[in-house]
């Protein structure tokens, strides 16, 4: 296969995006002009079904259109990673479109390469990514904006390959705006709804804090790369030209470029967006805002990883950074009453995770829990997406309960315990696998305090996955009426489901560590890419066992207090013992981190807005109400001698000619 | 021999009536009489100073303002008959339309 079939891996999901785009363009213009044609008529029942879901034939175009696609990408992505696999494979491939622009010394190509790394992130963003469209089939299917949600989502997942397989860091910033932009879209994408249009809002705004820092990054990775004569962009020349960057220097590169990385990952302190996110449709919050984008500051870390290890302090930020937030949102997820937000804390929780191992230099581990990650948070959304679906939209928890019971929600139920599971990382599950080789990784490279932090967030994360669980499922409905009214998911959903469950639990197995006799398989295959030694055996924890022991028991007593706590059906979602409402608060109101930011930020930027909307606006009022009021009199001063009769016409015509008269004889002129 | 003050006095004694006509009168044909009343005090003047400064370039404008005069007259008429169609009065004061 040639190197240039790698620019289909994110032209087809473009190619949907633009076909189902102009679908729903032409349906929203068709729509427009039929109510206004119908509205007078006195049935509107015979009109098709204009009001649910869109017409059966245009639903089925759209669904072909937006699935398949999504999945012939992810076979040419899968048989270039076979490619690869092969000895004598190149593990890198590259394709150059020419130029896009140059100025100055500045040289921006189109030009996209597939390398371990990149072919890791196709590969999840288009298999786990195709299945969530999949699963978006029947979860849509009612919904009237069905083709303007497919274009979204295709335009996210091309957006999302071009971030990956970018070249060059500012191609590499096109796909990160473009996954903002669709990120932006498809939060609001029930924007008729005020809230959900000010949770995009939100998070757009938050997200380009964090590309401020991004650019502001790329700017002094420019500036400071001058020197050497040969400036670049260019991600496969930069590691051999950054070695010139002096400590100070790339620590600064790396903190605003991590700037970045944590306003897509949603890291304190940038991490508000990400529950709010959650007024999206479901898969959308499967996709982008646990199993992708959000990812997207990870890899971007590990694919600048050689200006971070220049740095004696960039490592170790992230990685406190990382600690605080894992802890911080393990803590606020115990104690959420909406099915969503637990899973959205878990995912900001599980990205601390990621940046841990960043911190540890195993990028390695960062990317494998990246990828486990997509595959049991993904099937944490996508489950309780079906209990939201059969609920007919309920998110609450407190009308949740007892589902286990209704016979109908029986996979729903299975799928949905592996993924708590497995992101409580209970032994096999894949995010045990990952999370382990994470904590493992943090105890070898000496950094207590990331590893205290840890495994406090490992029996958080522990405890409030089966709390989840069990409030979903476990002891009687609290609402019996909707649980009656439950009804299974649909085929597309039940197989994205059923995929995504063998993944969480078999992913794991790709990368088992080697201090439980694993291969490693995965960080050997990245290897290459983060400059550690090819096909050297891992160097194992001196004290393995202690460390797994510790966080296997610690998983296990969060599963084990959880069960006990919330096995018996809660009369109330609040503070589960008694003496800890106070602590339990203050996590439900998530730290107060969202009044703090209203307090510091929003009100004071409202405020002067305001003070300057009025003082500009009375300022500009006056002095154009003062041009009018001129305009007003003088018309109606002219008005007077405007009579529209010839005679006082000619009675002025004379008095000029007079007047013009005297003047020749007064002066005397000739 | 009349000095050349006789004449433009005349000159002037018509140009005034004209005026006066003109701004004065309500019937269109009487407006349009004292125009050409006008046209003619200004005619005897330039004659008069032709004359008197023995220079034809008076005599010739004379000659161009009668041709003039005639043209106008006609169109003039033309719109005074349309008009009187319209609003069977010759009243000036009631055309006052572009007003509006």
Same mark, same amino acid.
């Given at each position: 296969?040639?190197?240039?079939?790698?620019?289909?891996?994110?032209?087809?999901?473009?190619?949907?995006?633009?076909?189902?785009?102009?679908?729903?363009?032409?349906?929203?213009?068709?729509?427009?002009?039929?109510?206004?044609?119908?509205?007078?008529?006195?049935?509107?029942?015979?009109?098709?079904?204009?009001?649910?879901?869109?017409?059966?034939?245009?639903?089925?175009?759209?669904?072909?259109?937006?699935?398949?696609?999504?999945?012939?990408?992810?076979?040419?992505?899968?048989?270039?990673?076979?490619?690869?696999?092969?000895?004598?494979?190149?593990?890198?491939?590259?394709?150059?479109?020419?130029?896009?622009?140059?100025?100055?010394?500045?040289?921006?190509?189109?030009?996209?390469?597939?390398?371990?790394?990149?072919?890791?992130?196709?590969?999840?963003?288009?298999?786990?990514?195709?299945?969530?469209?999949?699963?978006?089939?029947?979860?849509?299917?009612?919904?009237?904006?069905?083709?303007?949600?497919?274009?979204?989502?295709?335009?996210?997942?091309?957006?999302?390959?071009?971030?990956?397989?970018?070249?060059?860091?500012?191609?590499?910033?096109?796909?990160?705006?473009?996954?903002?932009?669709?990120?932006?879209?498809?939060?609001?994408?029930?924007?008729?709804?005020?809230?959900?249009?000010?949770?995009?809002?939100?998070?757009?705004?938050?997200?380009?804090?964090?590309?401020?820092?991004?650019?502001?990054?790329?700017?002094?990775?420019?500036?400071?790369?001058?020197?050497?004569?040969?400036?670049?962009?260019?991600?496969?020349?930069?590691?051999?030209?950054?070695?010139?960057?002096?400590?100070?220097?790339?620590?600064?590169?790396?903190?605003?470029?991590?700037?970045?990385?944590?306003?897509?990952?949603?890291?304190?302190?940038?991490?508000?967006?990400?529950?709010?996110?959650?007024?999206?449709?479901?898969?959308?919050?499967?996709?982008?805002?646990?199993?992708?984008?959000?990812?997207?500051?990870?890899?971007?870390?590990?694919?600048?990883?050689?200006?971070?290890?220049?740095?004696?302090? @960039?490592?170790?930020? +992230?990685? !406190?950074?990382?600690? *605080?937030? =894992?802890?911080? #949102?393990?803590?606020?997820?115990? /104690?959420? &009453?909406?099915?969503?937000?637990?899973?959205?804390?878990?995912?900001?929780?599980?990205?601390?995770?990621?940046?841990?191992?960043?911190?540890?230099?195993?990028?390695?581990?960062?990317?494998?829990?990246?990828?486990?990650?997509?595959?049991?948070?993904?099937?944490?959304?996508?489950?309780?997406?079906?209990?939201?679906?059969?609920?007919?939209?309920?998110?609450?928890?407190?009308?949740?309960?007892?589902?286990?019971?209704?016979?109908?929600?029986?996979?729903?139920?299975?799928?949905?315990?592996?993924?708590?599971?497995?992101?409580?990382?209970?032994?096999?599950?894949?995010?045990?696998?990952?999370?382990?080789?994470?904590?493992?990784?943090?105890?070898?490279?000496?950094?207590?305090?990331?590893?205290?932090?840890?495994?406090?967030?490992?029996?958080?994360? @522990?405890?409030?996955? +089966?709390? !989840?669980?069990?409030? *979903?499922? =476990?002891?009687? #409905?609290?609402?019996?009426?909707? /649980?009656? &009214?439950?009804?299974?998911?649909?085929?597309?959903?039940?197989?994205?489901?059923?995929?995504?469950?063998?993944?969480?639990?078999?992913?794991?197995?790709?990368?088992?560590?080697?201090?439980?006799?694993?291969?490693?398989?995965?960080?050997?295959?990245?290897?290459?890419?983060?400059?550690?030694?090819?096909?050297?055996?891992?160097?194992?924890?001196?004290?393995?066992?202690?460390?797994?022991?510790?966080?296997?028991?610690?998983?296990?007593?969060?599963?084990?207090?959880?069960?006990?706590?919330?096995?018996?059906?809660?009369?109330?979602?609040?503070?589960?013992?008694?003496?800890?409402?106070?602590?339990?608060?203050?996590?439900?109101?998530?730290?107060?981190?969202?009044?703090?930011?209203?307090?510091?930020?929003?009100?004071?930027?409202?405020?002067?807005?305001?003070?300057?909307?009025?003082?500009?606006?009375?300022?500009?009022? =006056?002095?154009?109400?003062?041009?009018?009021?001129?305009?007003?009199?003088?018309?109606?001063?002219?008005?007077?001698?405007?009579?529209?009769?010839?005679?006082?016409?000619?009675?002025?015509?004379?008095?000029?000619?007079?007047?013009?008269?005297?003047?020749?004889?007064?002066?005397?002129?000739? | 021999?009349?000095?050349?003050?006789?004449?433009?006095?005349?000159?002037?004694?018509?140009?005034?009536?004209?005026?006066?006509?003109?701004?004065?009168?309500?019937?269109?044909?009487?407006?349009?009489?004292?125009?050409?009343?006008?046209?003619?005090?200004?005619?005897?003047?330039?004659?008069?100073?032709?004359?008197?400064?023995?220079?034809?370039?008076?005599?010739?404008?004379?000659?161009?303002?009668?041709?003039?005069?005639?043209?106008?007259?006609?169109?003039?008429?033309?719109?005074?008959?349309?008009?009187?169609?319209?609003?069977?009065?010759?009243?000036?004061?009631?055309?006052?339309?572009?007003?509006?």
């Amino acid at each position: 296969m040639s190197q240039s079939w790698l620019l289909a891996i994110f032209l087809l999901p473009l190619l949907g995006a633009v076909l189902n785009g102009a679908i729903a363009l032409s349906v929203a213009m068709a729509r427009r002009r039929v109510p206004a044609a119908t509205a007078g008529a006195a049935d509107g029942s015979t009109h098709g079904p204009t009001l649910g879901g869109p017409h059966p034939a245009i639903r089925s175009v759209v669904s072909l259109i937006g699935v398949l696609l999504p999945f012939a990408s992810a076979a040419i992505g899968w048989a270039f990673f076979a490619q690869m696999l092969q000895p004598a494979g190149s593990r890198l491939m590259t394709v150059d479109l020419g130029p896009w622009f140059s100025a100055g010394g500045l040289d921006v190509h189109w030009s996209f390469m597939l390398d371990p790394l990149s072919i890791v992130m196709v590969l999840v963003v288009t298999t786990v990514g195709s299945f969530i469209h999949l699963y978006s089939i029947g979860y849509m299917a009612e919904d009237a904006g069905y083709a303007r949600y497919f274009a979204y989502l295709n335009l996210f997942l091309a957006a999302m390959l071009v971030l990956v397989m970018a070249r060059d860091l500012v191609l590499m910033f096109v796909g990160w705006e473009g996954v903002g932009v669709c990120s932006y879209l498809l939060i609001g994408f029930w924007f008729e709804d005020s809230v959900k249009a000010t949770a995009g809002l939100k998070a757009f705004v938050v997200n380009r804090v964090g590309d401020f820092g991004f650019l502001l990054g790329m700017f002094l990775l420019w500036w400071s790369l001058v020197p050497t004569g040969g400036p670049t962009f260019d991600l496969l020349k930069l590691p051999g030209v950054v070695s010139v960057l002096s400590g100070p220097t790339a620590t600064a590169i790396a903190l605003l470029l991590f700037v970045g990385a944590v306003g897509k990952s949603a890291q304190i302190p940038l991490h508000v967006w990400l529950p709010d996110a959650m007024a999206g449709p479901t898969p959308v919050s499967a996709l982008i805002h646990a199993a992708t984008m959000v990812t997207a500051g990870v890899y971007m870390v590990s694919r600048m990883h050689v200006i971070y290890e220049l740095s004696h302090y @960039a490592l170790p930020v +992230v990685g !406190l950074i990382g600690g *605080v937030t =894992a802890l911080m #949102a393990a803590t606020v997820a115990c /104690a959420q &009453t909406n099915i969503k937000r637990v899973i959205a804390w878990s995912t900001i929780s599980q990205l601390g995770y990621m940046f841990m191992a960043l911190a540890a230099n195993s990028y390695g581990y960062g990317i494998f829990h990246l990828v486990t990650h997509a595959f049991f948070k993904g099937l944490f959304f996508l489950s309780a997406g079906a209990v939201i679906h059969a609920l007919h939209g309920e998110e609450e928890l407190s009308r949740m309960g007892g589902l286990w019971k209704v016979p109908q929600l029986k996979g729903t139920a299975i799928a949905f315990a592996i993924a708590a599971l497995a992101n409580a990382g209970l032994v096999p599950l894949s995010g045990f696998v990952s999370k382990d080789a994470i904590i493992l990784a943090v105890a070898n490279h000496q950094m207590p305090v990331v590893l205290a932090l840890a495994w406090l967030t490992a029996f958080l994360t @522990a405890f409030y996955s +089966v709390r !989840l669980l069990l409030l *979903v499922f =476990a002891g009687d #409905a609290r609402d019996p009426h909707l /649980a009656e &009214t439950a009804h299974k998911p649909g085929w597309s959903m039940s197989i994205a489901l059923g995929f995504l469950s063998i993944g969480a639990v078999v992913v794991g197995g790709l990368n088992w560590p080697a201090e439980l006799g694993g291969q490693e398989w995965f960080s050997a295959f990245l290897a290459p890419v983060f400059g550690g030694p090819v096909g050297a055996p891992p160097v194992p924890e001196p004290h393995a066992g202690a460390v797994v022991g510790i966080t296997t028991g610690l998983v296990l007593l969060g599963i084990l207090v959880a069960w006990l706590r919330y096995r018996e059906p809660a009369p109330t979602l609040g503070a589960p013992w008694r003496g800890t409402r106070a602590v339990w608060t203050f996590f439900w109101r998530k730290w107060y981190v969202d009044e703090l930011y209203g307090a510091v930020v929003v009100r004071p930027v409202l405020a002067l807005a305001q003070g300057f909307s009025t003082a500009f606006d009375s300022f500009l009022d =006056a002095v154009a109400d003062a041009f009018a009021e001129i305009y007003d009199r003088g018309a109606r001063v002219v008005r007077l001698i405007e009579t529209g009769r010839v005679r006082s016409y000619g009675f002025v015509m004379v008095l000029g000619t007079l007047a013009l008269l005297v003047v020749a004889v007064v002066t005397g002129r000739r | 021999m009349i000095p050349a003050a006789g004449y433009l006095m005349v000159s002037a004694a018509l140009f005034f009536i004209g005026a006066a006509g003109f701004v004065a009168r309500r019937n269109l044909f009487t407006v349009l009489m004292s125009i050409e009343l006008m046209l003619n005090a200004v005619n005897l003047a330039f004659v008069t100073f032709s004359r008197q400064w023995g220079q034809y370039g008076g005599q010739i404008i004379v000659l161009l303002v009668i041709a003039v005069a005639a043209a106008e007259a006609a169109v003039a008429l033309a719109l005074v008959v349309l008009l009187f169609r319209n609003k069977e009065t010759l009243d000036v004061d009631v055309f006052g339309q572009m007003r509006e």
